[in-house]
């Protein structure tokens, strides 16, 4: 049996991940930075709404790094930054909630 090299078990790129909306508000947008550079890009859903108790795959850009500040915009104009999320995780699934009033 031959061993599979280490760096050939490990992908260094991003994976599609699975975006849950498990508040009460609506997402409008998922934006994404490298991490610590506060460079977000276009939203990740594009014109997409994801209202409550509904998810979606998303898919980093191509050239995306592993380690991402992410920004999510809901329907009532608040916005969350998450930073530092590991994208290059297998079967990562984000679970967010609307942020409090």
């Given at each position: 049996?031959?061993?599979?090299?280490?760096?050939?078990?490990?992908?260094?790129?991003?994976?599609?991940?699975?975006?849950?909306?498990?508040?009460?508000?609506?997402?409008?947008?998922?934006?994404?930075?490298?991490?610590?550079?506060?460079?977000?890009?276009?939203?990740?859903?594009?014109?997409?709404?994801?209202?409550?108790?509904?998810?979606l795959?998303?898919?980093?850009?191509?050239?995306?790094?592993?380690?991402n500040?992410?920004?999510?915009?809901?329907?009532?104009?608040?916005?969350?930054?998450?930073?530092?999320?590991?994208?290059?995780?297998?079967?990562?699934?984000?679970?967010?909630?609307?942020?409090?009033?």
């Amino acid at each position: 049996m031959l061993a599979t090299p280490l760096a050939a078990q490990q992908d260094p790129r991003p994976r599609t991940f699975m975006l849950m909306n498990l508040g009460p508000g609506t997402i409008v947008a998922l934006e994404l930075s490298p991490a610590g550079q506060a460079r977000f890009g276009p939203s990740l859903i594009g014109r997409v709404e994801l209202p409550p108790g509904n998810a979606l795959h998303v898919t980093p850009p191509n050239g995306s790094s592993c380690l991402n500040d992410l920004r999510i915009r809901w329907l009532d104009g608040r916005a969350e930054e998450r930073a530092r999320e590991d994208l290059c995780q297998a079967q990562r699934v984000l679970r967010l909630t609307s942020p409090s009033p």
